[in-house]
């Protein structure tokens, strides 16, 4: 059972940064990969970026690359997710999970999401 609590989520304006944390429970969080997805109102969720239990690869989705990083601090059971050059489209609601399939396939395991609102 792993348990994942997300951080860091508010309001910005446009061309604003966030930096989003996933703070995991469990001793074993070294031992998944770990994703970032995002559902705005009306949308389906989508996978925003994700990254090997290691960290030695990272992948994103083709719209956000250059603007999104992720990172783990696996002593830390931590993955983040730093947002730059916010849009107000980036406004959704956003969920860390555990991967099940490096890198899109969700375990089953989420977070409670935190809100991110970009203000035009």
């Known amino acids: 059972q792993v348990q994942l609590v997300e951080s860091g989520g508010g309001l910005v304006q446009a061309g604003g940064s966030l930096r989003l944390s996933c703070a995991a429970s469990?001793?074993?969080?070294?031992?998944?990969?770990m994703g970032w997805f995002r559902q705005a109102p009306g949308k389906e969720r989508e996978l925003v970026a994700s990254i090997r239990r290691s960290g030695s690869s990272t992948y994103y989705r083709d719209s956000l690359k250059g603007r999104f990083t992720i990172s783990r601090d696996n002593a830390k059971n931590t993955v983040y997710l730093q947002m730059n050059s916010l849009k107000p489209e980036d406004t959704a609601v956003y969920y860390c999970?555990?991967?099940?399939?490096?890198?899109?396939?969700?375990?089953?395991?989420w977070g409670q999401g935190t809100q991110v609102t970009v203000s035009s």
């Open positions: 999970a555990v991967l099940k399939t490096f890198p899109d396939i969700p375990a089953g395991y």
């Open positions: 469990g001793r074993t969080f070294s031992s998944y990969a």
